[in-house]
């Protein structure tokens, strides 16, 4: 396993093993790294020849009051894990400035889906959020020169997002969404769950109880989704609701009954910390 | 001359030009073209192997209530300029919404520069016209897989907006400003003149007459932004100023002072047409 900290040594690489005739997979990640992200590195090793992983704090997704500064950074786990999973590359770009980096200087361009961000789910809250996402994916699969890439469903919004960009600019890559990971007690697993002391730790789980509960009023008949939202309502134990909403799964706008496939997905505080989980709502009958 | 109307068509004469290791050029337009077009034919022309000229009016940079159902149109009078000025291929994508054409069906993403757009110069009154722009050029560039590319500095922070993005997405394309073309009493070409009738079309002259104004003041040392400013508004015969500005011909950030070469950029509505113009302003010995 080689690591690689420029871009042109990324490109140089990738540009060998496509000389070479080799399939190129790709995890993007922040680093941290967890069982989600093992199970993303699972899922491509055995579909390509090259596996890369890259770890890089994207500044453009941040806001200035959220947590870039101290987003949890451990390198050194994070390699082992790599090399475990049989990663052939671990890719860390330079931070934002270096002119060895992912953002030229001068980098003022941004890559944008607004039918799938502004106003909704995350983007509420985080308004350039989405943005900085789809910017970063873009360099990083140009950069990279993948075939194939993973990307967990715990960010549905953000999957969402990435698969539409890699439609609509005709990327020619496969984009590959990887099952939520939990911990026993159903927490969904991130990078944030760091920051869980405490008696937080046991209320973060309400979310996923939460979604859960939904998923067994639907398979008790319950279609509407004002009613569902109640049913997993009466099992938060959270600081802020963000949302809590049922969407569509491919455009993410609102429904209003479950007809057919769809999505409920929660942002919530707990403590100082938010996070995220969803979970797929197949009304009974819809298959799966 | 080959005429192409498909994605797919144009794809593959520019891969076949490719294999053959010919350097393509390539003019964007919205068509009925004019000297303005001819000039950045011209400029292209004798640098490359194949001359593209596209014919297309993007609607993704038109607001509901603009003109995009009547902006002219004059396809053999068009055919007849790109033949004359030696293009080899006219490539006219089919309408939005047609699956063989530029943006595939569902198409959602934009290509967007906030900080040369968002609340700037021409941004203030078409809020989502350059995001249409960036878009629509980017979509062309990967179609039509050009080398080297011209913009007129008549569309200047289009062309300022263009040149950042290739920078940013590291597009590997050349790109060529052209001066600005204009009719012998200095109204800047564009197709929009078509729409001039009787006395706005002397009216119309009243913006580059302003603007020649300040240049004039400028080299009798006059420096201060605002004053120019107050120099050119005395000469516009116009119906209402959209904006008149002076600014960095970088960062398109306004100047105070035109300490170095700065751009004087107008947007006027003579009658119920919206006309821009631009120069540069270079401050005595400051060089051109």
């Not at 699972?42 to 941040?62: E, G, H, M």
């Not at 090399?83 to 890719?91: C, M, T, Y």
């Not at 990078?191 to 398979?219: C, P, T």
């Amino acid at each position: 396993m080689q690591t690689l900290d420029t871009v042109a040594a990324m490109r140089q690489a990738s540009a060998r093993f496509r000389a070479d005739g080799l399939r190129i997979g790709f995890v993007p990640t922040m680093g941290f790294l967890h069982e989600g992200h093992r199970s993303l590195m699972r899922l491509l090793r055995p579909q390509v020849d090259r596996l890369v992983v890259s770890i890089y704090v994207n500044p453009l997704q941040f806001a200035p009051h959220e947590d870039f500064d101290v987003y949890p950074r451990d390198p050194e786990g994070d390699s082992a894990i790599c090399e475990e999973e049989g990663a052939d590359v671990i890719f860390m770009p330079p931070p934002a400035g270096d002119p060895t980096g992912l953002y030229p200087p001068g980098f003022q361009t941004r890559i944008h889906v607004p039918a799938l961000d502004d106003g909704r789910l995350c983007a509420k809250s985080r308004p350039h959020f989405f943005e900085g996402v789809a910017t970063v994916v873009y360099r990083l699969f140009q950069v990279v020169g993948c075939d194939m890439a993973a990307f967990g469903e715990k960010d549905f919004q953000q999957l969402t997002i990435i698969r539409r960009m890699v439609a609509d600019l005709e990327m020619g890559i496969d984009i590959v969404g990887g099952p939520i990971i939990r911990e026993d007690d159903g927490l969904a697993m991130s990078s944030r769950n760091a920051y869980l002391k405490g008696v937080d730790r046991q209320r973060a789980v309400s979310l996923s109880r939460g979604l859960r509960a939904m998923q067994g009023a639907l398979a008790d008949g319950v279609t509407d989704a004002a009613a569902l939202i109640e049913v997993a309502k009466a099992e938060l134990e959270v600081d802020a609701l963000d949302y809590l909403e049922v969407v569509d799964k491919d455009s993410l706008a609102k429904v209003g009954e479950v007809t057919r496939e769809s999505r409920a997905a929660i942002a919530a505080m707990v403590g100082r910390t938010r996070l995220i989980d969803n979970v797929a709502l197949v009304p009974r009958g819809a298959g799966s």
